[in-house]
RNA sequence: AGGGGUAUCGCCAAGCGGUAAGGCAUCAGACUUUGACUCUGAUAUGCGUAGGUUCGAAUCCUGCUACCCCUGCCA
């Protein structure tokens, strides 16, 4: 593991070992009301990097306080898509684990006279907050009793009211500037049947009730979460203080990830699930860790592309080419090689009689190289963009009256070509360069181009995906943001046939074009199955 | 006079008073049985802005400006 010049959290982490902290406990805290996206991933990068560089703990935990949103189904795609990411937590909770000692630290509260129950409807207490410039003003029921609030509090607790009847709040400042303490509602009352806990709750506690204590109990020492939570920290804080905790859990905000034209919202992503933009949360198009898998990013270039990214409080929009930069490096050295012909053109080499056996390099850059045998027949297909009648400018390829190597085999020479009624060529006729195949007495003779090929009698059909992001540009209504590129996608305009000079796998993943295309003029689009393209089973099964 | 944050190359990002790392992207070459990879070289007299302190400032001080977050019984 590389470990770099370090970050503001493990400076204050490092100042804290220094003043005596001595193990580090971080945890990473997801609500199970959707999947997990690219933007988790670097929060579980950095929750996870603390525990592999201190070696300290990670929790995994479901931030499971609001029953009306949560769901089984999402635990489960979070817990999977952590490990295929490749970490392993030290424990698996549930904030809903905590409802009874949550519940006994309201109790406390109500006995040091810091919370009372206010009889106030949600639109009473958002008339009297006040405004950003304004003070709030106090309940009526702020100064109940101690034993009036404990009665009350208990009552709800039965349920003995209805939703939104009562709600307890913590006494801390209705002239705060910052909003968060004016009078926080700690506690409300959710007639809901919790994934977990059933009904056995009628009242439940809210994130800046409960967060705190979450991480009090299971002994966090820093809470790792985004910025927006800043404002948050001073509650964080009277909550810990005063039911009774020390220095630690500490809570530390960084800036979230964003990444050009990807949607990371949970609401976006949620409303394409739920109106069928898309076939669910692991769609190939979705940048959910689910997506991605499927899509067939490796994990670690995820990963690796997070560490790239850093850690700051900056709010920055990261390039999507960057994360592409990552999973190409990471393909590079690991995936083998596949020649592949998207637009197909016979080919004949006139002077081959039956066919002849070709090594080809699975993965040139692997550590130890290894081969897969190829048939060269008679008659082959190369890609309609490898033979140009009237080449451009700069055109390396097969041309009339030139030559061109046929990858892992021979260099051949043009001798004709043929095109259908429209002009469109329909075969090119070539004949080899004697002893020209690797270790032959011509192999070393320079030819500018190499172009793939499958042989015609048994190449197999594969499935080609080619699925582009969720495309999502200018401003208004999620609808009207995507781009014509995804309406295109979305018209299910996404597999093409293809040869391929491999075995039928059971899965092809396609990176999106260009991640192993040629760059420059003939790049993208042109030769974009330019040898690597194929994925094959990127992830376990 | 609400409060809390952030500002270093097109995009990330180091730097923490001693004279602007690195990566991505881009451009130009070399190499190549993937126009890939790899390799070379180029790319901020400048660190939001205006002043100040200092022998010396992106780093310290002051004033501005821009952007982000906060008025859920969401997390």
Request: net charge negative; glycine share 8%; proline share 5%.
């Amino acid at each position: 593991m590389e470990q770099g010049s370090s970050n503001f959290i493990e400076d204050i982490i490092d100042k804290d070992i220094e003043a005596g902290c001595d193990k580090i406990v971080t945890r990473f805290p997801p609500e199970p009301n959707g999947y997990l996206h690219i933007g988790h991933a670097k929060s579980l990068c950095i929750n996870f990097g603390m525990k592999s560089k201190y070696g300290g703990e990670c929790n995994l935990r479901y931030d499971d306080t609001n029953p009306c949103k949560e769901d089984q189904e999402y635990v489960d795609s979070i817990k999977r898509d952590i490990a295929w990411l490749g970490f392993k937590w030290d424990r698996e909770l549930y904030a809903s684990d905590y409802f009874d000692r949550m519940y006994e630290c309201a109790v406390g509260l109500i006995m040091k006279g810091l919370a009372y129950v206010c009889d106030y409807s949600a639109d009473e207490i958002r008339a009297t907050r006040g405004t950003l410039t304004a003070p709030g003003q106090n309940s009526p029921w702020r100064e109940r009793t101690v034993s009036e609030n404990l009665r009350l509090f208990d009552e709800m607790k039965r349920g003995l009211y209805a939703d939104g009847e009562k709600v307890l709040r913590a006494k801390i400042d209705m002239a705060s500037p910052n909003m968060n303490m004016r009078d926080p509602v700690i506690y409300r009352i959710l007639h809901e049947t919790h994934h977990r806990t059933g009904d056995k709750w009628v009242i439940y506690p809210m994130y800046d009730f409960a967060h705190p204590l979450e991480d009090a109990f299971e002994g966090i020492t820093h809470s790792i979460c985004t910025l927006e939570f800043e404002d948050h920290r001073p509650l964080y804080d009277w909550v810990k203080t005063n039911c009774g905790f020390g220095d630690f859990p500490k809570q530390i905000e960084f800036a979230r990830l964003n990444i050009t034209r990807t949607i990371m919202s949970k609401r976006f992503l949620k409303k394409l699930v739920d109106e069928g933009k898309v076939s669910g949360w692991s769609d190939p198009r979705m940048p959910t860790l689910s997506g991605m898998r499927e899509r067939g990013y490796p994990p670690e270039a995820i990963r690796n592309f997070c560490a790239a990214v850093g850690v700051t409080k900056a709010n920055s929009e990261v390039d999507v080419a960057y994360l592409e930069h990552f999973v190409r490096d990471h393909l590079n050295n690991t995936a083998d090689r596949v020649m592949v012909v998207k637009d197909p053109i016979e080919m004949i080499i006139e002077d081959m009689e039956g066919g002849e056996l070709c090594r080809v390099e699975n993965n040139p850059n692997a550590e130890t190289v290894t081969y897969r045998d190829v048939i060269l027949g008679r008659r082959i297909y190369i890609d309609r963009a490898d033979f140009a009648p009237v080449p451009p400018p700069k055109y390396k390829r097969l041309v009339p009256g030139g030559t061109v190597r046929l990858k892992g085999a021979y260099i051949v020479e043009y001798v004709s070509h043929e095109c259908d009624d429209a002009g469109n060529v329909t075969r090119v006729v070539c004949r080899r360069i004697p002893d020209s195949k690797s270790g032959g007495a011509n192999a070393g003779i320079k030819v500018k181009g190499v172009i793939q090929w499958v042989n015609a009698d048994d190449c197999v059909d594969i499935e080609l995906h080619e699925y582009d992001y969720l495309l999502l540009d200018g401003e208004g209504d999620f609808n009207d943001r995507l781009t014509p590129d995804s309406h295109r996608i979305f018209a299910g305009a996404k597999g093409e046939a293809c040869l391929a000079d491999a075995k039928p796998y059971d899965r092809f993943q396609f990176m999106r074009m260009g991640y192993f295309s040629a760059a420059g003029s003939y790049g993208e689009g042109d030769r974009s199955f330019n040898m690597i393209t194929g994925l094959k089973d990127s992830y376990a099964k």
